[in-house]
């Protein structure tokens, strides 16, 4: 467990990184490969026969997949903001006052390229 162990040394050290970035695009890089992390330890875990019993490492298990889809949640709902938004800035009359404030349009929180592609789950086991 010792690599799993460095693995959550990451995901702590990601996520304060995360948690002090400035910019936009700096935490949606962050959060990609929190994410990114997440997914590779618990295909890690999965791979230990012995542990799938062991009830730590159930709950662990579960925890992840829940965090998994709350980060899911998160990001669906910022891009639905952020669409709102974008709407409202070029949409008349709102697009008079946008204009005014100089508000911008927002940027999209895009999934990665390999978060949209269908695993290969025969690969994932082999690393």
């Keep these: 467990m010792s690599h799993e162990r460095s ?3 990451r995901i ?7 948690k002090l970035a400035h910019t936009t695009s700096e935490k949606f890089q962050l959060n990609n490969e929190i994410s990114g992390v997440l997914r590779h330890l618990q295909v890690r875990l999965e791979n230990y026969p012995d542990l799938k019993a ?3 490492l159930m709950q ?3 925890t992840l997949s829940d965090v998994e889809e ?3 949640a998160a990001r669906r709902t910022y891009n639905s903001a952020v669409e709102e938004y974008n709407n409202a800035v070029e949409m008349f009359p709102s697009n008079l006052i946008a ?7 927002g940027t999209f929180f895009d999934i990665p390229q390999n978060e949209a592609e269908v695993p290969n ?3 994932l086991f082999k690393q």
């Design 54 to 56: 062991n009830q730590n």
């Design 99 to 105: 204009n005014l404030f100089n508000f911008q349009k």
């Design 70 to 72: 709350q980060i899911s």
């Design 60 to 62: 662990i298990q579960t």
């Design 7 to 9: 693995l959550l040394e």
């Design 12 to 18: 702590v050290t990601l996520r304060e990184s995360a």
């Design 121 to 123: 789950v025969g690969n």
